[in-house]
């Protein structure tokens, strides 16, 4: 064979290589037949207009696999292959998925998003600049709960916050909640049943279920989770959100924290799992202790996270377990690595250390506050007394209910209409949706910038208008 033409697409694969990918799909289809000589290298480039060494490269690549046999002073032959190997057939392309309803949304109002101006990157470069140095002496693959300095940290920080006086040795670190439930999960009993609130955190469900646990839905009054449907269920761990049932805002009192936990004293392997995701951003009234700091039972799991203090993306979270878990962790998982990197332990650890989460929250606390008046006061001018506000005294969300609405559905809807997206209550419920409180919606506002906000409220009167 005198030569062979070929294309080559500029700034693709390297030149060998695509070189050789087309003199291999040329025997595979048949069209080079076994036998034949291939042009030589130098008279190849030539008419390729590429060097020598990029062909010789492509020849030596289809030697290696069998596709040629390299003969010295003769040159390159095709090997006869097995069989003639079919040209691969082109994959059908895949259906389009169809636009979500709420791609064109302009502003999102869902819950677990954060102002991202609050992160400061300067800050945190800082800080690595001081960590970075001392870094060589913690490459190892660490504690398995976690790195002790860490760990003295948030606990100081929850002594101090959340009146939880714990030790750093019961603490254990991973990468975020999901991973330290399915950690959970293993230490309460294979067979233990969990309770989960509903209306409560959708994810939970996904994770105990992959986690192979059964699970059970107990239902709210104004305090939180029911005890009479709590012991009605059967389950053997209740997992509750008492200082800000999510997403109904409810605040569990005093009263019921002690009826739940001693619902848990009453039988051997009964725990509560508290989880305080954004107890952080309360606004008004005393700060209310940890259920752990208040009952110091045995009985109580301490589930924390960064996620809302500083951002979803900070795959940190923390739990605080009681002896019993403790050892059956430091046995089931002992020689496990911690699932948070080595740096950003200890970027966090200087990050507390310094005081600094301390004054990030209190700027997010002020930042937050101040957000959440304007909307208020933004949705009271444009509906007064027909949206009734509650849940929004403590975190990043509130729930709001229109009289005589048109429904929750048609509510969400025709707000997506006009740009603005969010969920209702019911998409949050398990069960019976009919107990939950007609035409409302949960409106997650950390996100939303002081600009957006009158648009967005002028966006949802015009479309709520003719409810």
Same mark, same amino acid.
């Given at each position: 064979?005198?030569?062979?033409?070929?294309?080559?697409?500029?700034?693709?694969?390297?030149?060998?290589?695509?070189?050789?990918?087309?003199?291999?799909?040329?025997?595979?289809?048949?069209?080079?037949?076994?036998?034949?000589?291939?042009?030589?290298?130098?008279?190849?480039?030539?008419?390729? #207009?590429?060097?020598?060494?990029? =062909?010789?490269?492509?020849?030596?690549?289809?030697?290696?696999?069998?596709?040629?046999?390299?003969?010295?002073?003769?040159?390159?032959?095709?090997?006869?292959?097995?069989?003639?190997?079919?040209?691969?057939?082109?994959?059908?392309?895949?259906?389009?998925?169809?636009?979500?309803?709420?791609?064109?949304?302009?502003?999102?109002?869902?819950?677990?998003?954060?102002?991202?101006?609050?992160?400061?990157?300067?800050?945190?470069?800082?800080?690595?600049?001081?960590?970075?140095?001392?870094?060589? $002496?913690?490459?190892?693959?660490?504690?398995? #709960?976690?790195?002790?300095?860490?760990?003295?940290?948030?606990?100081?920080?929850?002594?101090?916050?959340?009146?939880?006086?714990?030790?750093?040795?019961?603490?254990?670190?991973?990468?975020?909640?999901?991973?330290?439930?399915?950690?959970?999960?293993?230490?309460?009993?294979?067979?233990?049943?969990?309770?989960?609130?509903?209306?409560?955190?959708?994810?939970?469900?996904?994770?105990?279920?992959?986690?192979?646990?059964?699970?059970?839905?107990?239902?709210?009054?104004?305090?939180?989770?029911?005890?009479?449907?709590?012991?009605?269920?059967?389950?053997?761990?209740?997992?509750?959100?008492?200082?800000?049932?999510?997403?109904?805002?409810?605040?569990?009192?005093?009263?019921?924290?002690?009826?739940?936990?001693?619902?848990?004293?009453?039988?051997?392997?009964?725990?509560?799992?508290?989880?305080?995701?954004?107890?952080?951003?309360?606004?008004?009234?005393?700060?209310?202790?940890?259920?752990?700091?208040?009952?110091?039972?045995?009985? =109580?799991?301490?589930?924390?996270?960064?996620?809302?203090?500083?951002?979803?993306?900070?795959?940190?979270?923390?739990?605080?377990?009681?002896?019993?878990?403790?050892?059956?962790?430091? #046995?089931?998982?002992?020689?496990?690595?911690?699932?948070?990197?080595?740096?950003?332990? @200890?970027?966090?650890?200087?990050?507390?250390?310094?005081?600094?989460?301390?004054? @990030?929250?209190?700027?997010?606390?002020?930042?937050?506050?101040?957000?959440?008046?304007?909307?208020?006061?933004?949705?009271?001018?444009?509906?007064?007394?027909?949206?009734?506000? @509650?849940?929004?005294?403590?975190?990043? @969300?509130?729930?709001?209910?229109?009289?005589?609405?048109?429904?929750?559905?048609?509510?969400?809807?025709?707000? $997506?209409?006009?740009? =603005?997206?969010?969920?209702?209550?019911?998409?949050?419920?398990?069960?019976?949706?009919?107990?939950?409180?007609?035409?409302?919606?949960?409106?997650?506002? &950390? &996100?939303?910038?002081?600009?957006?906000?009158?648009?967005?409220?002028?966006?949802?009167?015009?479309?709520?208008?003719?409810?």
């Amino acid at each position: 064979m005198d030569t062979l033409t070929f294309t080559f697409e500029p700034g693709g694969r390297p030149l060998y290589e695509q070189l050789y990918r087309r003199i291999a799909a040329e025997i595979a289809s048949g069209r080079l037949k076994a036998g034949e000589r291939l042009p030589s290298k130098r008279a190849l480039g030539a008419h390729l #207009q590429i060097s020598v060494n990029t =062909v010789d490269g492509a020849y030596r690549m289809l030697a290696d696999e069998g596709y040629l046999d390299s003969r010295p002073r003769s040159g390159f032959f095709v090997l006869a292959l097995p069989r003639t190997l079919a040209a691969p057939t082109p994959r059908p392309a895949a259906a389009a998925t169809p636009p979500s309803p709420d791609a064109a949304c302009r502003y999102d109002l869902r819950t677990g998003l954060v102002d991202p101006d609050t992160f400061q990157p300067d800050l945190w470069l800082k800080l690595a600049r001081k960590v970075m140095p001392r870094m060589g $002496a913690h490459l190892a693959a660490g504690d398995p #709960q976690g790195e002790r300095v860490l760990r003295e940290g948030l606990t100081r920080h929850l002594r101090e916050f959340r009146a939880l006086d714990a030790s750093p040795d019961q603490m254990v670190v991973g990468a975020g909640m999901e991973y330290l439930l399915g950690l959970l999960a293993k230490l309460t009993g294979d067979g233990a049943v969990y309770a989960l609130e509903d209306p409560g955190y959708p994810k939970l469900r996904t994770v105990l279920a992959n986690s192979g646990v059964a699970h059970r839905f107990v239902g709210l009054d104004e305090a939180g989770m029911r005890p009479d449907r709590l012991r009605a269920s059967g389950a053997d761990v209740a997992y509750v959100t008492p200082t800000h049932q999510y997403p109904m805002g409810i605040t569990m009192p005093v009263g019921r924290r002690l009826e739940l936990v001693a619902w848990a004293e009453e039988r051997r392997g009964r725990y509560i799992v508290e989880d305080d995701y954004d107890s952080e951003f309360r606004y008004a009234g005393r700060p209310v202790p940890s259920m752990t700091g208040l009952t110091r039972s045995e009985k =109580v799991v301490y589930i924390g996270t960064m996620s809302r203090s500083l951002a979803p993306s900070t795959r940190c979270a923390y739990m605080v377990l009681p002896p019993a878990l403790l050892a059956a962790f430091r #046995q089931r998982f002992g020689t496990y690595a911690c699932t948070v990197s080595m740096l950003e332990q @200890h970027l966090l650890a200087a990050f507390i250390g310094d005081g600094l989460l301390v004054r @990030h929250l209190n700027r997010a606390r002020t930042l937050y506050r101040r957000r959440r008046e304007r909307l208020l006061d933004a949705l009271g001018g444009a509906f007064g007394d027909r949206l009734r506000i @509650h849940g929004a005294n403590v975190g990043l @969300h509130l729930l709001a209910t229109l009289a005589g609405g048109p429904g929750e559905k048609a509510m969400k809807a025709r707000a $997506a209409e006009k740009g =603005v997206r969010l969920a209702g209550v019911t998409d949050f419920a398990a069960s019976d949706a009919a107990r939950l409180p007609r035409n409302t919606v949960v409106i997650g506002y &950390a &996100a939303l910038h002081d600009a957006e906000i009158a648009p967005v409220v002028r966006r949802l009167a015009a479309a709520w208008a003719t409810a």
